[in-house]
């Protein structure tokens, strides 16, 4: 892989501009911004916490890596390079943010903050100075962004303090792509320019950063597939799975608001089938756990709580029998639902938000049915679909047809499509590691 310094070269002048501008407008809204963080705490006061770290004051905090994932998803897809990372002994610093990024890190990670070897907080909000306070004071050899976080401020700063950055894990989705040509067009470049480079999801991807002048481009998929599903939880699902006998188990994962009329009609319409099946249901929010449940028991179905039903270890501690729904009222368990399960409907993709992620029900072999915006998840949603491992429910009253057609849909299949795109994580890994040569 060819390696590229950060851009030590000075933007178009209209880029320079724009960036001065950004930054004015910055500054003449912090008011507004701090005033927004103490209103968030209010709710959560998590966000009322640590905000010198969002201006960028760290103690002097030297790391080989920092890497910059800024919610609970993006930390999801971080982590088996982070993983990786911490078995090569390197000391890494992993801003968020949100807290619930923040507080995810520290609970899969608290031994190596325990010894030192991992830093956590907050990224710096988007102002010149704060990012660069924030480089002085932790001096990474290399700077890893997972996702779509494309903060001018962010990547001008690194390529000021000699921080190779370099987007992970990238993506610009077709219905962001215009706006970011557009910006290019009228700036004349666009902050993937100022970067080191971009290991893109997808060929496609690397074509759209071709287009915004990324100096490096390379195709390297994505670390979600490289995320081992956790045994406890598969195991505990497949006995679930053997309690309800013949009974089908179809799961609705993250169902997020907006689309529930949509999975209760499905739900109501498999309800009055024989053998009646077991649908499970995973709201996306713990916020919306309450509302849902009284939306199901409201529609005339029997419903069984997770926080009822099951103990600790994910053992059932009642009768299944008379049960429609299953409501997963639980956080982190979500291959605990989808080994049960025999047909997976993710949620998202009924509304134009767009659908999440496909990738862990294909680790386990399933088949996988979303709604009709499919835009988030353009990779790998087109191959797989083109792999016949992913159905689009372009009509939404059609949804618990193609659940119960795809019960008994060949598991080899997507298991094959999942073993062939692994291996993200380990180009990533062998990408910082030869940045540390070079700046040894």
């Keep these: 892989m060819t ?58 905090t030297p790391v080989d890596v920092w890497i910059h994932a800024v919610s609970l998803g993006e930390f999801r897809s971080a982590l088996p390079v982070i993983k990786g990372l911490l078995a090569k002994d390197q000391r890494l610093i992993i801003t968020h943010a949100t807290p619930a990024g923040r507080r995810a890190s520290i609970a899969a990670l608290g031994g190596h903050i325990a010894r030192g070897q991992v830093v956590i907080g ?48 990238a993506q610009i989705p077709e219905k962001s792509f215009p ?12 902050p993937v320019s100022r970067s080191a480079g971009v290991l893109a999801k997808s060929t496609n991807m690397a074509d759209r950063f071709r287009t915004l002048a990324a100096p490096v481009i390379e195709v390297a998929g994505e670390t979600r597939f490289d995320i081992a599903p956790p045994q406890e939880h598969v195991s505990a699902g497949i006995r679930l799975k053997s309690l309800v006998g013949e009974r089908a188990i179809y799961a609705f994962a993250s169902v997020v608001e907006g689309e529930e009329d949509t999975y209760l009609r499905a ?3 498999l309800a009055g089938t024989v053998p009646k099946p077991l649908i499970i249901w995973v709201p996306r929010a713990p916020e919306v756990f309450e509302s849902t449940a009284r939306l199901i028991e409201g529609a005339g179905l029997t419903m069984a709580r997770r926080s009822d039903l099951l103990d600790e270890s994910l053992s059932v501690t009642a009768s ?32 134009e938000k767009g659908a999440h992620n496909v990738i862990e029900p294909l680790a386990l072999g399933k088949p ?28 939404p009253n ?18 094959e499509f999942h073993r062939a795109n692994l291996g993200a994580s380990t180009k990533i890994i062998e990408l910082v590691e030869r940045e540390m040569e070079q700046s040894a």
Excluded at 136 to 152: D, H, I, K, N, S
Excluded at 320 to 344: H, I, K, P, R, W
Excluded at 401 to 413: D, H, N, Y
Aim: one cysteine or more; charged letters at 20%.
């Design 122 to 169: 907050y990224a710096p909000l988007d102002r010149l100075t704060y990012w660069a306070g924030f480089f002085a004071q932790t001096r990474p050899a290399v700077g890893l962004v997972f996702e779509m976080e494309y903060w001018p401020a962010m990547t001008e700063a690194a390529a000021r303090a000699g921080v190779p950055l370099w987007f992970v894990n």
């Design 179 to 190: 706006k970011a040509k557009t910006i290019f067009r009228l700036l004349g470049a666009h």
């Design 368 to 395: 996988v049915i979303v709604g009709p915006h499919v835009w988030t998840i353009e990779f790998p949603g087109r191959e797989a679909h083109s792999a016949g491992v992913l159905t689009i429910c372009e009509e």
């Design 3 to 60: 390696l590229s310094l950060p851009n030590a070269k000075a933007a178009p002048l209209r880029y320079r501009l724009a960036m001065s501008l950004y930054q004015a407008v910055w500054a003449v809204a912090m008011p507004l911004v701090w005033k927004y963080f103490h209103k968030r705490a209010a709710r959560d006061p998590a966000y009322g916490d640590h905000l010198d770290e969002r201006k960028g004051d760290y103690p002097a």
């Design 398 to 415: 059609n949804l618990a047809e193609l659940l119960t057609r795809a019960r008994g849909a060949s598991a080899q299949l997507a298991e």
């Design 320 to 351: 299944l029998e008379e049960t429609d729904v299953l409501l997963g009222d639980s956080f982190g368990e979500m291959f605990f639902y989808l080994a049960a399960s025999d047909v997976v409907s993710v949620g998202g993709g009924f509304v």
């Design 267 to 269: 739900c109501t319409k």
